[in-house]
């Protein structure tokens, strides 16, 4: 179904599995409410829930990733929502983490994080980047305020995570 890169399917735990769950120790399971944007075939969001993760919430429009979706939230009887939906047409604004992996560019996250955390105080994103990282950071600070640490990834040499909050519209 062509839902990751066929060249990264011989490593598939590493390159996604393990990319994905890196990003578990920033998350309480118990009590964040947790968006993936952009969830596709299911990373990160799909794989924290397997993992534990209690409240999660997938978010993605295309219908036969949400057919995918679906069938793995049945297969492991998963308690999680998954909206198809753009992240401008959701209704829910409660998260308390964000996080996403190869969406898109740290600005544009950052408008996303806004919209879906607006109702949440103290909310974070949790975003996996590559290595134009502190490029995208540069940009965003020119339309943002927000506070952030960023951490290696495990998986990848270039790699990293960067870790938001406070986030404001200037």
């Keep these: ?58 978010v993605e ?27 401008q047409q959701l209704k829910l604004h409660n998260a308390t983490m964000v996080v996403s992996r190869a969406y898109t560019k740290l600005s544009n996250l950052l408008e996303v994080f ?7 105080i103290a909310a974070k994103g949790i975003f996996l980047k590559g290595e134009k990282l502190d490029n995208e950071i540069c940009e965003a600070q020119q339309k943002w305020t927000f506070s952030y640490e960023t951490y290696p990834s495990v998986t990848h040499e270039k790699g990293r995570i960067i870790k938001v909050w406070n986030v404001i519209r200037k």
């Design 61 to 87: 429009p295309t219908g036969k990733k949400v057919i995918f979706l679906d069938h793995i939230k049945n297969l492991y009887n998963l308690k999680i929502a998954i909206h198809q939906s753009t992240w």
């Design 114 to 120: 806004v919209f879906v955390s607006r109702e949440t």
């Design 1 to 58: 179904m062509n839902f990751v890169q066929e060249k990264t399917i011989e490593n598939i735990l590493q390159r996604h599995i393990l990319d994905s769950l890196q990003i578990s120790e920033h998350i309480d399971y118990q009590n964040d409410i947790v968006f993936d944007i952009g969830s596709g075939a299911g990373f990160p969001g799909m794989v924290l829930a397997i993992g534990g993760v209690q409240k999660i919430n997938l």
